[in-house]
């Protein structure tokens, strides 16, 4: 399955100014699906800090205005549940970082006409 950090599965939103955020590092994250909380953590969970994350990447990557940076996922992955719980055609996941606002994604079969094309 595609991760978030794929080309063609990425999400995006509206951008954010940096001024905008008093503490990136206090952000709490909330994944909802179906309308029920599975995911909840805080940017202060994080093992390294921001400018650490940046810092790193850009020694082998070039960072351009915009880029996004994937860090991972708070815990709770449905892959680790008991029993495991798989997103499924129909689902709705809405993604909400505090003070920066939210992402709505309805999950559509790999066959959806909507795609445009079936993927193999």
């Known amino acids: 399955f ?3 950090s ?7 939103s509206e951008i ?5 955020i008093s503490d990136p590092h206090n952000l709490k994250l909330t994944t909802t699906l179906n309308g029920q909380v ?6 202060s969970d994080l093992i390294f800090r921001l ?17 996004l940076i994937m860090t991972g996922t708070p815990p709770g992955p449905g ?9 499924k055609p129909g689902d709705t996941v809405v993604i909400e970082i505090e003070g ?9 079969a790999w066959d959806d006409p909507r795609l445009g094309r079936a993927i193999a």
């Open 2 to 4: 595609p991760s978030p």
């Open 16 to 20: 954010t100014l940096a001024s905008e």
């Open 6 to 12: 794929c080309q063609t599965s990425s999400v995006q």
């Open 38 to 43: 599975v995911q909840e953590g805080n940017t």
């Open 51 to 67: 400018p650490k994350i940046i810092s790193y990447l850009s020694r082998s990557t070039t960072l351009l205005p915009g880029t």
């Open 100 to 108: 920066l606002g939210s992402l709505r994604h309805e999950i559509i």
């Open 79 to 87: 892959h680790f549940r008991s029993p495991p719980m798989y997103l």
